[in-house]
């Protein structure tokens, strides 16, 4: 152990920030909530049955907010596979299309190729620095508006408010037991559950072939089973998932949350209840009596009757709240009703409820945005994505790669010349054949070049070759040199017969018989 | 082990009982959800182990009820395989072996199925890369150097018919006779020296140009050229079956090594041996009817009766 005078002083907890203690217990917390007993009760259960959450309608900006969230993603999600692109006859017209078949990835003007995977890894470390840029600057954005499975089970809860009302009407309901009128309305919410999953399934598969002519096969019973097992895989989890796992996926399944948690800091814009300002609780009556004694919080509970995973935000930062604002909804309308100033429940930075808390000016939540870690993730985020944008404005659609034969390494002919084989894929990236010219630089002069298609009587030191469209031609070139020439090294080049004259090279070894 | 009674005061849970460096661990409940998908995995597991092969035997594993093998899931492919290029194979069967490079897609394809059949049967002797072995005077097809000819035709007589092979009458065959008892030692080191002098490895005499003339440009031709309808290699270029060196060429002029290759008309389908002809033509070094190099050939007459013919020549490995 350490001297303790050398230890820097231990700082003291702020009792602000321990919420999630100093508030008596709530039976909306899904994991603290599940073993909570007395020691005189019998033991817990080993298995903890869910608990229902039927959450109630609620407007306002954030719920209108998720309302074009959705309509936006689902929208994208339903329409894209549809859009055409004319690319010419000998590339596909869908305007985004994961060509597994043939290796292709097309989105819009843009064609992907195998070897060009970096793009799509950038992508993928664009999309993970992108979350950490949200996440630290608005919190867990992406898990309250934008995450599939938050959209698809805000879905599912309309579909549950459109069958069977409301809050109290769906947990009437719940407790109600099995007779005609609920096995009636379970069926029909079911079906449409079904519905839903099956579009959602549906529309996966329509990415990865031509939309239209999947479509019809998949009714006439044409598609591959493949596409039939896709469908139904995806149709089981939008259904089992969006419909009956829900908040259970945030809460116990997905990896994310816990990652977020951990990024989060003080200066990060959270839903947050300031409890400054609402503790202690009290009715409107009793406020009204001893006006000093309670906060603004009610005791209404209306921000957890909203809340979609059934948490209660006043318990402070927990796993099961993807911020997704509708409990701010909720509280300012009650805050509204009985006259006091909005935002008890509101979007801000831990930093800035304590120094509220202190009576203090707190600067506008914007600012909680530009902080050095936000400004280094957005820095890094838009370099990779210049950088990509870069790679892809420059890079050329004529690729040409050789691998020399090794076995045997060199050939004698009968005239005492050296001839070496090789193996060249001259890639053509146009949606149209085209012919390209290979050349040999760097021989001595007397080097000449035929292919397996081409007589050796024809050899020459250039030869032309027609590469079909979007499509990688093998050639193998077999090369002479002169008796009597050392050489060790060349390149092959390439040259696209067209007004683009795109050019590469591709540096190889000659091996020549040792000299005694 | 601590009291397993207490509790844990701000979550409310029991503790299991398990202390390391004073961090205990919640008896938190596992979700409901997990517990069915656990007991789905346990059905799911007792339908599989009836359905499919699961459980080891002493000599094989329970078979299941569906009767599945991976074995058979590979014969099944590899006869879908075979229908698939069953229209490709009667395409070449029914084109004449001159007439393939005339349809380049139909020349690819028989390449890239003589490739396949070389690694099986040929790799064996002439090496992987086809390059041959010298030390046991087995040939290098990729060069331009052919002894029984070039051509796509006689590149699939010679892989039908062999070469000094028993099984076809029709094969390729002849037999260099053994000078080492015919000239002394001295005439012996004089031709030597004229054979290398031919492709200018050495300096040649008076004596051996007489010698080769009298004895050996009756099949090797008069500069020493060779004639591929005999099977008699050329002399005057770069290439030497069994090395250059001067005492390899007086080892295989006194006593001459003679190479053999079986047919494979009783082993391979006429398919194969077609698609190996155009392999074998494609790798580098094939001739085409009407090349300079290539001589009006006479009808080969392989029946035995010029044997005096034959074995006056040197010919070894194939073409």
């Known amino acids: 152990m350490a001297d303790p005078d050398t230890l820097p002083p231990v700082r003291e907890p702020a009792p602000a920030r321990d919420w999630g203690t100093a508030l008596p217990s709530s039976k909306a917390d899904p994991i603290a909530a599940t073993a909570r007993h007395a020691p005189s009760q019998p033991p817990p259960k080993l298995y903890e049955k869910r608990k229902a959450v039927h959450n109630k309608r609620i407007d306002g900006w954030f719920r209108r907010f998720k309302w074009l969230v959705m309509l936006v993603t689902l929208t994208i999600y339903y329409v894209t596979p549809w859009i055409r692109w004319d690319r010419g006859p000998y590339a596909p017209d869908q305007a985004v299309l994961v060509d597994l078949a043939n290796r292709r990835f097309y989105m819009f003007d843009i064609e992907i190729w195998p070897h060009e995977f970096y793009f799509v890894a950038g992508l993928l470390i664009m999309a993970a620095l992108g979350l950490f840029l949200v996440t630290s600057a608005v919190g867990r954005a992406w898990c309250g508006y934008a995450c599939p499975q938050t959209v698809w089970t805000d879905l599912f809860q309309h579909v549950d408010r459109f069958v069977d009302g409301d809050r109290n009407a769906r947990m009437r309901l719940d407790r109600a037991p099995w007779g005609p009128k609920k096995i009636a309305k379970r069926s029909f919410k079911w079906s449409i559950y079904l519905v839903i999953s099956l579009l959602t399934g549906g529309a996966w598969i329509l990415y990865f072939a031509d939309a239209p002519t999947l479509f019809s096969d998949f009714f006439t019973l044409e598609a591959s089973s493949v596409a039939y097992a896709t469908v139904g895989i995806l149709t089981f989890t939008t259904f089992w998932l969006g419909g009956f796992m829900r908040e259970q996926v945030c809460i116990y399944m997905c990896p994310w949350p816990r990652i977020q948690a951990a990024m989060l800091d003080e200066k990060s814009l959270l839903v947050t209840y300031k409890e400054w300002r609402g503790e202690p609780r009290g009715s409107v009556k009793k406020a009204k009596k001893e006006p000093e004694k309670y906060g603004d919080c009610i005791d209404c509970l209306q921000c957890v009757a909203v809340c979609p995973t059934g948490i209660d935000i006043r318990e402070g930062q927990q796993i099961g709240c993807i911020t997704c604002g509708l409990c701010i909804d909720a509280c300012d309308r009650v805050m509204a009703d009985i006259g006091r100033p909005r935002g008890l429940i509101d979007y801000a930075t831990l930093d800035q409820c304590e120094a509220e808390a202190r009576g203090e000016e707190t600067p506008p939540p914007w600012k909680a945005l530009l902080r050095p870690r936000t400004l280094i993730y957005f820095t890094i985020w838009g370099a990779i994505g210049a950088a990509m944008l870069f790679a892809l404005g420059a890079r050329t659609h004529t690729e040409l790669t050789v691998s020399p034969d090794r076995n045997p390494p060199y050939m004698l002919m009968k005239d005492g010349t050296v001839r070496n084989a090789y193996t060249l894929r001259v890639r053509n990236m146009e949606a149209r054949p085209r012919d390209m010219e290979i050349a040999l630089a760097g021989l001595p002069a007397g080097s000449l070049m035929w292919t397996d298609r081409i007589r050796s009587e024809d050899a020459a030191p250039r030869q032309t070759v027609t590469v079909p469209a979007n499509e990688i031609r093998v050639v193998r070139a077999y090369v002479t040199v002169p008796a009597g020439n050392p050489v060790d090294a060349f390149a092959f080049t390439v040259t696209s017969l067209d007004e683009q004259r795109e050019r590469d090279t591709a540096e190889t070894t000659f091996d020549s018989p040792v000299s005694e | 082990m ?318």
């Open chain 2, 2 to 319: 601590a009291d397993k009674s207490r509790i844990d005061e701000p979550t409310g849970t029991e503790f299991v009982g398990h202390e390391w460096d004073g961090i205990e661990e919640l008896n938190t409940p596992l979700p409901r959800w997990w517990l069915w998908t656990f007991y789905a995995s346990i059905a799911f597991a007792a339908v599989y182990v009836v359905l499919y092969p699961a459980w080891p035997m002493v000599e094989r594993a329970t078979q299941g009820v569906l009767g599945w093998s991976s074995r058979g899931d590979l014969v099944e492919e590899m006869g879908r395989a075979d229908l698939a290029r069953r229209a490709t194979f009667e395409k070449i069967a029914a084109t004449d072996i001159t007439k393939l490079p005339a349809d380049p897609d139909l020349m690819g394809q028989a390449i890239a199925g003589g490739a396949a059949a070389f690694k099986q049967h040929c790799v064996q002797c002439h090496g992987a890369g086809a390059a041959g072995y010298e030390e046991y005077g087995y040939p290098n097809l990729n060069d331009d150097d052919w002894i029984w000819g070039g051509e796509l035709s006689e590149i699939e007589y010679t892989l039908i018919h062999g070469i000094r092979w028993d099984g076809s009458d029709e094969t390729r065959i002849n037999y260099m006779p053994a000078f080492g008892d015919i000239f002394d030692p001295g005439q012996l080191d004089t031709v030597t020296q004229y054979v290398l002098s031919l492709s200018g490895k050495a300096q040649g005499s008076a004596a051996g140009a007489e010698l080769f003339d009298q004895n050996c440009t009756a099949c090797h031709g008069v500069n020493g050229e060779g004639v591929q309808a005999l099977g008699a290699p050329a002399l005057n270029d770069a290439i030497w079956l069994y090395g250059d060196d001067p005492a390899q060429v007086r080892s295989q002029i006194a006593y001459p090594r003679h190479g053999a290759m079986p047919g494979w008309s009783d082993k391979l389908d006429p398919v194969t041996i077609r698609m190996l002809a155009a392999y074998v033509h494609s790798r580098g070094g094939g001739e085409y009817a009407g090349d300079e190099t290539e001589e009006v050939a006479p009808e080969f007459d392989g029946d035995g009766s010029s044997d005096d013919v034959a074995s006056a020549l040197q010919g070894e490995g194939d073409g």
